[in-house]
């Protein structure tokens, strides 16, 4: 029986997860770096250590039923020793193995015959039919866009100084109409349920703004739904799984898996009869799974980023709380540029509605 | 600006104030005598003390924007320094003095017209038409049924000796059909929403199940709104308050009051726009009233009750949380009989479907 779950990372999905496992009987404890992280500050217990830090993923796992966690940048050597020693760790962390290489990753999709863009191991323009621009990725540890590099020309010795000799390949960048991502569950006996399609915005390589339900003609929600599930099929373990895709000339191709609760699923917490924090505890505790029915015809959530005055408008959080079925969250994070310190998710009767109160109400929170 | 607020008890509903409070960027502090009580375990900082210790509550007033509370059994005095020495205390620290003492509560309701159930201060059937049975009780501390003392007739050195001299008065039992309550909020500028009237429904004086909205004809609900109203105008203070109603021959009588989040407003977690835990921080924080619109035709929260063997079952959780819209709660209470350790929450298209799977729902947690 699963009481206790540890949870590597306790940054604002570790919090929201812990936010949901509560009220459900569990205890949670996260591993994370930050004194008092938004994790702590929502009840969890925190073991104050780097993500990397083997000790503490191993205390982890002697004292908590199930070990997940919030990002898919953490050791897998270690957790493989958890396996070995019979400690449950979901979702499978031969899954995260193949997730966290990039490469490893694509390859896997494209073996598959999961479209995805072209690209290559090899650092050579004639790898790719057509031309550029291209971008290039580490196959390690990116993430929100940091460690891509866009180029217009494959140059092996520019790439090397830019990314300090560290492994990378090149993905053709592909002109696509829309992004949009599906964010399905796997439980402990191989049930799988996804939630309806959202289109996903991005600013920087920021995840910006999601749409549910992504506004798509249906034979491209249809078709990125069986490529979710092709995927579910190709990655292993209990959990919520995110699937990034491109819309590109009113066809599917997937951009990246990652094997976690994601950014393009908060607004689930308000908007569907399960949150996908509480569909990855249900999942990783062996409990079925939640309807992921949605409860209005439209949402839209929006990210708070850190500002450089570094000050919100307590005024405009008044104004903010007096518009319908607008619900902010804060995470307790200090504010930094670029930095996700909150999102907003706003209900109502059509996305074109919740989108504009979702961009109005970002806007009164900064001074 | 209030950013930290203070709460005199930690139990159940303090914990979920505390739950709403941290998405709006609030840290909450709570004085509760239970090592890592409840809220604690959501993230709120605990003063570890009894409810009655007015040093705990100076140090409450002193390191946060506001002071409310929980539950209304708390010394008023310190209340009524700190407010004298400027420190906001919501509601009004006066409102909980004429609450606290049930029969001054009575008197006030009577004398601004509001209907309530025959009673008197003066331990004498004669001061009553018809007879008995009466419900003798306690003027101050009774929640739950306790402190109420049922008799047939009125016997002052009975009642005495059963209540130890303590002061009490008696009212005259009501053959009511139902009981509904109405859940309002006042904002810090008079502002007032209220919730669609539930009917409550009790076992041992303890609630049992809330039903919203209440099945009552229409001109019920009209006429507990008007009540309401009236009473919210006694009344003083920002936050939530609760209104009990008997619903007698087709009439609305008030039975009591309470100047905070209740029982009967759990539901609002999952069926209203906006809770009633995050309605009561708005109040008290000067932000905006939300939206009390419902989510659902119809919504049932059934309470759990520590059981004697206190166990409870997680096959059974499992089975709950197979149902469609079923929301357990689990207050990370030890487990008592009779003591309210979580609650669940159903949604659904019809009132008696909501009956079923709760009561369906909760028989499955017991072993």
């Known amino acids: 029986m ?26 949670v404890e996260v591993i994370d770096p930050v004194e008092f992280c938004p994790a702590a500050q929502a009840g969890a217990s925190q073991i104050q250590a780097e993500l990397n830090d083997s000790q503490a993923i191993v205390r982890l796992g002697e004292s908590n039923d199930v070990v997940t966690w919030e990002i898919e940048h953490i050791p897998t050597t270690v957790l493989g020793e958890l396996v ?24 896997l999709l494209q073996s598959a015959g999961v479209p995805v863009a072209p690209f290559s191991e090899v650092l050579n323009e004639d790898a790719f039919l057509g031309g ?14 940091r460690g891509n590099f866009m180029v217009d020309h494959i140059n092996p010795q520019l790439i090397a100084d830019h990314f300090f000799d560290q492994p990378v390949y090149v993905e053709q960048v592909v002109a696509f109409e829309k992004e949009i991502a599906v964010i399905a569950a796997r439980d402990k006996v191989g049930n799988i349920v996804s939630y309806p399609a959202v289109e996903t915005v991005h600013n920087n390589s920021i995840c910006n703004m999601v749409i549910s339900p992504a506004e ?14 092709t995927v ?31 950014n393009s699923g908060h607004h689930t917490i ?10 990855h505890i249900r999942a990783i505790s062996g409990m079925p799974l939640g309807d992921t029915s949605p409860r209005s015809p439209a949402a839209v959530m929006i990210n708070i980023l850190g500002n450089r005055s570094e000050v919100l ?8 709380l007096a518009m319908p079925d607008t619900h902010p969250h804060f995470y307790g994070k200090s504010s930094r540029p670029a930095r996700k310190i909150g999102h907003i998710t706003v209900l109502a009767e059509t996305a074109d509605q919740a989108k504009l109160m979702a961009v109005q109400a970002r806007q009164e929170l900064y001074i």
Chains 1, 2 share one sequence.
């Not at 999905?13 to 009987?25: V, Y």
């Not at 550029?132 to 866009?145: A, H, M, N």
């Not at 408008?313 to 903010?320: I, T, Y």
């Open 2 to 27: 699963i009481e206790r779950i540890g949870c590597i990372g306790g940054g604002q999905l570790g919090q929201m997860i812990t936010q949901a496992a509560l009220p459900l009987g569990f205890k």
């Open 84 to 107: 070995a020693n019979g400690i449950d760790v979901e979702p499978n962390f031969e899954t995260l193995l193949c997730i966290q290489d990039k490469l490893t990753q694509k390859k």
């Open 132 to 145: 550029g621009p291209y971008v290039v990725k580490t196959r390690k540890g990116g993430f929100d866009g």
């Open 216 to 229: 798509v003609p249906e034979d491209i929600i249809d078709e990125a739904n069986q490529i979710a599930n």
């Open 232 to 262: 579910m099929g190709l990655f292993h373990g209990a959990g919520v799984f995110a699937i990034e895709m491109f819309v590109v000339n009113g066809k599917v191709l997937v951009n990246e898996v990652a094997p976690r609760v994601h």
């Open 270 to 279: 308000e908007a569907n009869q399960t949150s996908q924090f509480e569909q």
């Open 313 to 320: 408008s307590r005024e405009g959080l008044n104004r903010v």
